[in-house]
């Protein structure tokens, strides 16, 4: 065991598995034991913890943990003392923010923040809820809540405030949404002292390197062909405008090799044209990393 650890958090919940994933393919591979809160990493200078995304930024605040992976709005929620070090946009369902929403029974005659007045609201995010009221110069009960947040307007709340990423949920339930309170996304967060130590510094950088890369590959494939100087131009004009083709030549000075990276999305449409404009031995192959 390495003298020099680095202290690691790791959401558990709804985004253990999309965290995992993605320091899969940033090539650490995180392996959790059942009812384990210390899963293992196959990198000697790391102690990861399992902790729930709504506790993270505190633990981190307080140097139990020197980093970890947790949501803006936990940040906001806790008003923790930490350093962002990157954003890093993904959730357990996509690669976009959830929304905090304001939501309202299909019914209800609230129709916009200002009808929240001596109204009850129940949330998860009762500070941040409240700040937001403040903002809009509204007083109402903000309830802190357990669970189950959709189930609970009409009878136990008149509003909710609430996570989403689809709606889906809150359509489910005959909710409606009324305002969107906040956007969030995924932050790599620093205890203070731990952000100035040169050594974790160096080591959190270096992670975060490894995890935008994995992100920058996601939708990406690597494409190479080789094509005769006759058809280069007609080739090149195909690949999209904002890549920069490698060419290199070939033992035959008459012929070169050309690799790119594209979008996933095209290949189908691509490869075709590539092949009519003269390209062959046209090989598609995957990225795990893209780094700048």
């Known amino acids: 065991m390495s003298e020099r650890i680095l202290k690691l958090g790791l959401p558990a919940g709804s985004l253990q598995e999309a965290t995992a994933e993605l320091f899969r393919k940033a090539g650490y591979n995180i392996t959790f034991a059942s009812r384990s809160y210390y899963p293992?990493?196959?990198?000697?200078?790391?102690?990861?913890?399992?902790?729930?995304?709504?506790?993270?930024?505190?633990?981190?605040?307080?140097?139990?943990?020197?980093?970890?992976?947790?949501?803006?709005?936990?940040i906001l929620e806790q008003d923790a003392k930490v350093v962002e070090l990157a954003e890093l946009v993904y959730s357990k369902i996509s690669r976009r923010p959830v929304r905090w929403v304001l939501a309202v029974p299909n019914d209800s005659?609230?129709?916009?923040?200002?009808?929240?007045?001596?109204?009850?609201?129940?949330?998860?995010?009762?500070?941040?809820?409240?700040?937001?009221l403040a903002q809009h110069g509204v007083e109402a009960i903000v309830e802190f809540s357990w669970g189950a947040t959709e189930v609970k307007p009409p009878r136990l709340a008149d509003a909710i405030v609430e996570v989403t990423e689809t709606g889906s949920s809150l359509r489910a339930n005959n909710l409606r949404i009324v305002a969107e309170v906040l956007q969030s996304t995924t932050r790599f967060i620093a205890n203070p002292q731990a952000a100035r130590d040169p050594w974790k510094r160096r080591k959190m950088d270096d992670i975060l390197l490894m995890l935008k890369g994995a992100m920058q590959a996601e939708g990406k494939v690597g494409l190479m062909l080789n094509v005769h100087k006759s058809h280069l131009q007609a080739v090149l004009a195909l690949l999209p405008a904002l890549q920069k083709p490698t060419v290199s030549s070939l033992s035959d000075p008459d012929w070169y090799a050309v690799n790119t990276i594209i979008d996933e999305s095209l290949v189908r449409t691509l490869v075709p044209k590539l092949k009519e404009a003269g390209g062959c031995g046209i090989v598609e192959y995957p990225l795990n990393k893209i780094i700048p």
Do not use: F, H
């Not at 990861?48 to 947790?70: I, N, S």
């Not at 609230?110 to 941040?128: C, F, H, M, P, Y």
């Open 40 to 74: 293992t990493i196959d990198d000697p200078e790391i102690q990861c913890t399992l902790l729930r995304a709504q506790e993270m930024a505190r633990y981190v605040q307080d140097g139990v943990l020197d980093c970890g992976l947790t949501g803006y709005d936990w």
């Open 109 to 132: 005659p609230i129709q916009s923040v200002k009808d929240l007045q001596g109204k009850r609201i129940a949330t998860e995010v009762v500070n941040l809820t409240r700040r937001w």
